[in-house]
C-alpha cells in the first residue's frame, strides 16, 4: 500500500482528493493537515464522506511514516513549507499549488501533465501539478505544437465554475451574485498562461505567439468549457489523425467526432476534444471537470505513475446521466 499524507485539508481540491484516495484499491491515508481543524472530524467539513472516511484533521506531520505528500495548500504555502521543515529525502511529493510550476534554476519539479511529460513523472520525486485553466487549454493545443503548427496568436475564451474560486467566501462566489450571471476576469492576464507557453515552447521551441485568453466565471459549481482558435492550412483529415496519434496511449483525453458538452465531464478524470475546421480557422474545443483532472484527479494520475502503480487507478469515474 501507497501510504500518503496531505497538508492543507479543509479546502474543495483536498475534499475531492481525500474521497479518490479513500476508495483507491492501494492507497491507505496516513494523515490529512489542517491547523484550524486539528481534532476535527473530516467529515464535519467535506460532508459528502459521511460513511467513508472515519479520519480527524491533524495538526501534526508524520512525514517519516508516509509515501507520498500532496500539498492542497494556498499558492506561495508550499514553498514556505519546504523551506522551514526538514523533509524526507526519499518523500514523494505532488504539489497543487502554483508554487514550481515553472521552470527556474533549483527546481526540481517535474511538471505533472501526464501527457506531455508521462515518463518524466514516472522517474520523479517531486511533482508540480498543472493548473486547471492550464490543462484544458494545453490539452487542446498540444498535438498542434507538437507537429510545429502554431505560428501566429492564439484566442482562447474559457468558462469555469464556482469551485475554481476555492472554499474562501468572495464576493464573486456568493450564490446571489453567480447565479444567472457572467464576468470575465484577469482579462490577457491569467497566472496559468506562463505554464501553458512553457509546455507548448517544450514541444515547438521556437513558439513565441501570444496566448489571448480570456476566462470567464459561471453559474455552476464545477467543471471548465473552453474554445481555443488556430489559423492553419492542414486538412481536418490530418489534423483529426494528429490528435488521434498524440492521444493514442493517454487513457483520460478523448477527441469525439460530434460536439461536445460539459455534463460529459463532470465528475470525472476526462478531458474531451472536439475539433471543427472553419475557412483556415480551426477550432478546438475543450472541457473537463476543474476539480478532478484540473486538480485532485491528475494528481491521484500522477501519483499513481511516480509509484509505479496502473495509471488509471482509483480513477474510472463516472459522471452523471443528466
Known sequence: MVKVGIVGGAGYTAGELIRLLVNHPAVEIVFVNSTSNAGNRVTDVH????????????????LEEIDVLFFCTAHGDTRKFLESHEVPQDLRIVDLSMDYRLSAEGNDFVYGLPELNRAAIGN???????????????????????????????????????????????????????????????????????????????????????????????????????????????????????YADFYADAPFTHVVEKNIDLKQVVNTNKCLLHLERHGRKLLVVSCIDNLLKGASGQAVQNMNLMCGLEETAGLRLKPSAF
Do not use: M
Not at 492564439?154 to 464576468?183: C, D, E, M, Q, Y
Open 124 to 242: 520523479a520525486r517531486h511533482i508540480a501539478n498543472p493548473g486547471c485553466f492550464a490543462t484544458c487549454i494545453q490539452l487542446a493545443l498540444l498535438p498542434l505544437a507538437a507537429n510545429g503548427l502554431l505560428h501566429e496568436d492564439i484566442p482562447v475564451n474559457a468558462i469555469t465554475g464556482s469551485t475554481g474560486a476555492g472554499v474562501k467566501p468572495g464576493t464573486t462566489t456568493h450564490f446571489s451574485w453567480r447565479n444567472n450571471n457572467l464576468s470575465v476576469y484577469k482579462v490577457f492576464e491569467h497566472q496559468h498562461v506562463p505554464e501553458i507557453k512553457q509546455s507548448l515552447r517544450q514541444l515547438q521551441p521556437g513558439f513565441e505567439a501570444e496566448i489571448d485568453f480570456i476566462p470567464y466565471r459561471g453559474d455552476f459549481p464545477r467543471g471548465i468549457f473552453a474554445t481555443t482558435v488556430v489559423k492553419t492550412d492542414v486538412p481536418q483529415e490530418e489534423i483529426q489523425q494528429l
Open 47 to 62: 460532508e459528502g464522506l459521511y460513511g467513508e472516511c472515519g479520519l480527524r484533521f491533524t495538526d501534526k506531520l508524520p
